[in-house]
């Protein structure tokens, strides 16, 4: 896809009708794999799409058919079902496009039994049947997916049995043109509609098949970015079956391989040293024929990489960028992949930690927080997920998270990280401080509270996020109490226990000894008083008029601004509240270092700090 659209850009231009529809189908392919880079790609590609809608309608379509994905993959059934009727009443009746109407009335279907509204699901689904077997024959390539259908509708009206043999059939009907993704739906299908039925062993049994599929394709795929974004990864929903019969250290294994071996991946192409993870002693010496040749490769492409950044950085052009930004990670791609074939291969990449090396890796007042969640596949569509607790003692221990049948605690955690976004804009603090910390009250009650029981003792937590935590700082929760998880935790964040520890097993103490630190610093009058009335408080015994001149201090509003580092930007400093909290965080970090030099409050200016460099003091 990339290719083509680079021959139809250079041989046509930005605008011609086949780069538009060149560009259309790369990006749905990137929307298909997850790329955001894709939906960029996709709303470029429709404002082009739409000047050619008349004399070359395929582009427009294109761009529907790639919208509609990306709805679906945001669970988005009102604006996906919006905009695949578009695209049906488009394209049905014409001349050619006989296969575009039933892509969309199929798609109109698959949306329908989404939201539920089974009969005119079943009616667009045997339309969209009919037009692509009027158009490609009885057995043609979509004929599986048409299954998937059919037995996702015979679920939702409650004929389990005829569900599951559709299933069966469809399995045994995809095309390779389809690609590895409908194998492994079909069978996530399956087992969930067996584990629904009570068979929760057979269930396991069918998603170690798709494991299977999956490591197959993911061998196929070159090493280093491609494979490390791979879609579909099985694991998750073995992880969870797995728990659901007690199979708690294969579960460990599987919920490990769902996310530790792709930051690996990533971290294996980004970088061009040769020591990530363990080196596979058994691959062969290259000889030093084939260092040299590899070592003026690795040149050539270094220097092609610091000019695509330069190119990158410069370019206006939103689909250039994206373009040069793709072929950059092809390099990378192809640095990595010359790494492994001229010096030991990184065989740790498709190992994972186990619990005892992670333990060894904790201090005895830490402790690994991590979850796995997957979406059941059945009429419900709800998800279901567990908590870990990895402590540097003891057993690993697993606990199922809330049950429901609304999703309302997922999606409670989504809404807290999109919420916690507008407000950081807002220059002043939060404008909504009530509704927030009620959701963060929520996200603690689902996520967080079964856990809770777990962690006495602990001063640290490494935070490992499932996919609804991405993203979301769990400092700001509250928990029973009424405590912010900060003021409980010291808290860091990895994207996997095998990460954690290979990294861990690579660092090395830091050669720094001197250190910066600014903090707290006063923003009108009426904070330098109040830190002056802290002062005297930590050096004799507070009495009742020290503890009302700081609280007065600390509550006039109007006082006059005392510094601004901007003299443009004067207005609202005085309004600013102070930040004690970074106080505390200052004096913490500044023992780590023997020669800390520490500004805290009226010392936190930057006349300060210009006095203090003019001294050589800095």
Known sequence: YRAAYAVAFK?????????????????????????????LLLERATVAASRHRESHPEGFVGCLRAQVLLHERREDWATAHLVAETGYKATLGKPGQIADAGYFAIK??????????????AAFLEEGCRLHEEKLGADHDAAAYHDQLRARLAWAQGDTEAAETILRRGLGRVRDTWGYVLHLTLRYDLADLLQERGRVAEALGVLQEAVVHFETYRRQVRPGVARA?????????????????????????????????????????????????????ETPATSSTDEDSATVTEQRLTMELARLETQIEVAVDAVTKSRLTLRKLDLEAERADLHRRTTPLISAIDEVATVEQLQAALAPDAAVLSWVEARHGGPTRTRKGWGCVVRARGPAHWVPLPDGIDDRGYATAAELRDRLREEAHRPLGPAHEDEIDILCRSVWDFWLAPLDPLLTGIDQLIVVPSRSLYGLPLEVLLDSRGARLLERFGISYSPSCTAFVRLQ????????????FVGDPPFREAHARA????????????????????????????????????????????????????????????????????????????????????????
Not at 15 to 39: C, E, K, S, Y
Not at 109 to 117: G, K, M, N, Q
Not at 269 to 274: D, E, F, G, Q
Not at 505 to 516: D, M
């Open 11 to 39: 041989t046509f231009g930005e605008d011609h009708w086949q780069t538009v529809r060149n560009l259309t189908d790369l990006a749905r392919f990137l929307i298909a794999r997850g790329d955001p880079t894709g939906i």
């Open 108 to 121: 109109l279907a698959h949306i329908l039994i989404e939201s539920s509204d089974l009969p005119e699901a």
């Open 229 to 281: 974004t791979a879609l579909a990864e099985p694991y998750a929903r073995l992880t969870l079956a797995q728990l659901d019969l007690g199979h708690f250290e294969e579960a460990w294994v599987s919920k490990e391989k769902m996310t530790g071996r792709s930051i690996l991946e990533l971290l294996a192409a980004a970088t061009p040293t040769r020591d990530v993870g363990r080196a596979d002693t």
């Open 505 to 516: 097993e690579r660092s090395y103490p830091s050669r720094f000894e001197r250190a910066l």
């Open 531 to 618: 830190m002056a009335a802290e002062t005297v408080a930590t050096t004799r015994p507070s009495t009742a008029s020290d503890d009302e001149r700081a609280n007065e201090a600390n509550e006039e509003e109007s006082e006059p601004v005392l510094r601004t580092a901007d003299p443009t930007q004067r207005l609202g400093f005085d309004r600013l509240p102070r930040l004690p909290g970074t106080r505390d965080e200052i004096q913490t970090a500044a023992r780590a270092f023997p020669d800390a030099t520490v500004l805290l409050g009226t010392e936190a200016q930057a006349a300060e700090l210009a006095r203090r460099a003019a001294s050589d003091q800095l």
